[in-house]
């Protein structure tokens, strides 16, 4: 199982600039992997302080599906 | 953030995907890491070994100690990532490096080339402000075996030399306005 999630709209690395973007997610079983997984799959996404969800450049996928819920966590100022 | 994926079913060939757009504003810090928390049930699965040095890309099989999923609990297994990032803020100047094979095809951030191959480095800036940039100072570093970053002096990982073949082009606009240096040390 590998798992990778980051800035999909990015030209440098780890460099980018402020302004919109899209965040990708990604779960994949190795190639190797003996057996499949059945169950019901959820992921979260910490953004960090000064990222902020926009519902106006996420584009609708039947999917899956994506809901800001906490706007906060933990009083870290992540959401 | 939260993804839920309708599907039940992950297989070798299928793999989650998600997407969301987002807004990095000014109150976010210089440098930002975004992390990933992900419920995939009870694992029957493992995640590749960590060698000596962790990385926060490196997918980490670990439980919910922060309680992400607001369940009360914090054992539930998770499988985490994450990534982190520089930002460009108001007023600084972008340096995008991006590489191709001699041909000019793919610009990019990588290009497989095979022994003595050739490739062709750019280098682009762009200012990410309307002020005027009066004193610029350039400096790349071709990778060499034990080569430290420039700025953080930290571990680059190059695993073979590339040496310069041909001089520095300059774009027309930049003729007479730039001086070329070149150093080994």
Do not use: C
């Not at chain 2, 054992?75 to 007023?91: D, E, H, L, Q, R």
Request: proline residues 3%; aromatic residues 8%; without cysteine.
């Amino acid at each position: 199982m590998t798992a990778q999630v980051g800035f999909t709209d990015t030209t440098s690395g780890e460099q980018m600039v402020q302004g919109q973007h899209q965040v990708g997610v990604k779960f994949n079983l190795t190639s190797t992997s003996l057996t499949q997984l059945n169950n019901e799959f959820t992921g979260y996404v910490l953004l960090p302080k000064g990222v902020s969800y926009d519902a106006g450049s996420t584009a609708a996928s039947a999917n899956y599906s994506v809901e800001l819920v906490k706007a906060d966590f933990n009083q870290t100022g992540e959401a | 953030m939260k993804v839920v994926w309708k599907t039940h079913y992950l297989t070798t060939t299928t793999g989650l995907t998600a997407a969301f757009g987002v807004d990095v504003t000014n109150d976010a810090d210089r440098t930002i890491d975004l992390k990933l928390v992900g419920f995939l049930g009870d694992p029957t699965y493992v995640v590749p070994a960590v060698d000596d040095e962790a990385n926060i890309t490196d997918t980490v099989l670990t439980t919910d100690q922060q309680d992400v999923n607001s369940n009360g609990s914090n054992t539930k297994k998770v499988v985490t990532t994450g990534a982190s990032y520089v930002i460009a803020t108001t007023n600084h100047l972008q340096v995008v490096g991006t590489i191709a094979d001699a041909q000019g095809t793919d610009w990019g951030q990588t290009v497989t080339l095979s022994p003595n191959g050739i490739a062709t480095i750019h280098l682009t800036t762009g200012a990410n402000s309307d002020e005027t940039f009066q004193q610029l100072y350039g400096l790349d570093e071709l990778p060499s075996l034990g080569d430290l970053g420039i700025t953080d002096g930290t571990d680059r990982d190059s695993n073979f030399t590339v040496s310069l073949m041909g001089p520095i082009t300059l774009p027309a606009s930049w003729q007479g306005k730039v001086q070329v240096a070149y150093t080994t040390t």
